[in-house]
């Protein structure tokens, strides 16, 4: 049972919006910053989003981060059939001295 | 451009013992907190291991503490993860991770591409 909760599973289709949500608590989301990382199939993770809404460089700006109290959510505009893949939160958790991370959200392009 | 090579990972019996490395090139390895990062076939990803940048501090998860080790050598720009009594549930590939700078605040950043271990 991952820290962070995430739906296993999110759908849309090309040039569509989808939103994918990640809920924590008070040690972690709620006062520290929310990170996300995609996986593509078969790689290793890539940080697609750090300190709630910042996207590293090189990251389009159909991405795009958020945080509300313990939940953050990420937003994928002009959804385009390569954004299929698998979606992770990951935050610092003050309680358990350590990172956690969500389940993550496959991303299905219909 | 930031480059983390992982080797070691194999095939072990229950109980047994394993040492992961990961060799750093193309950034200042000492300035910056290095993680291991795990994920089972099929799973999510599992955060193992943090050392600061110059090695004073380690945490771990609860899963691994006891009996995991994490260490770096910053003249050889290595990390290591010395694995022992081995689980069945420790198999997963193991990814050496750069942190984004050099404490446990700074989140899990640059990623290798896994080496895995089979507990068996």
């Known amino acids: 049972q991952s820290v962070l909760t995430q739906p296993p599973s999110v759908s849309g289709t090309p040039g569509q919006r989808v939103t994918f949500s990640c809920s924590g608590s008070s040690s972690n989301i709620g006062s520290k910053y929310v990170y996300w990382y995609q996986q593509l199939p078969g790689t290793a993770p890539k940080l697609l989003m750090y300190?709630?809404?910042q996207r590293p460089s090189g990251v389009p700006d159909r991405f795009s981060g958020s945080k509300s109290g313990t939940s953050a959510s990420l937003a994928i505009s002009g959804l385009r059939s390569d954004d299929e893949a698998d979606y992770y939160c990951?935050?610092?958790?003050?309680?358990?001295?350590?990172?956690?991370f969500g389940g993550g959200t496959k991303l299905t392009v219909l | 451009q930031v480059q983390l090579e992982e080797s070691g990972g194999a095939v072990a019996l229950p109980g047994t013992s394993l040492r992961l490395s990961c060799a750093a090139s193309g950034f200042s390895f000492s300035r910056f907190a290095m993680h291991w990062v795990r994920q089972a076939p099929g799973k999510g990803l599992e955060w193992v291991a943090l050392?600061?940048?110059?090695?004073?501090?380690?945490l771990y998860a609860d899963s691994v503490r006891g009996r995991f080790t994490i260490s770096r050598d910053n003249s050889e720009n290595s990390l290591f993860l010395q694995m022992n009594s081995l689980r069945l549930e420790d198999t997963a590939v193991y990814f050496c991770v750069r942190g984004d700078g050099p404490t446990e605040y700074y989140c899990p950043d640059k990623w290798g591409q896994g080496t895995l271990v089979a507990v068996s």
């Open positions: 050392i600061s940048y110059d090695g004073s501090k380690k």
């Open positions: 300190r709630d809404n």
């Open positions: 990951a935050s610092w958790d003050d309680s358990l001295r350590g990172w956690v």
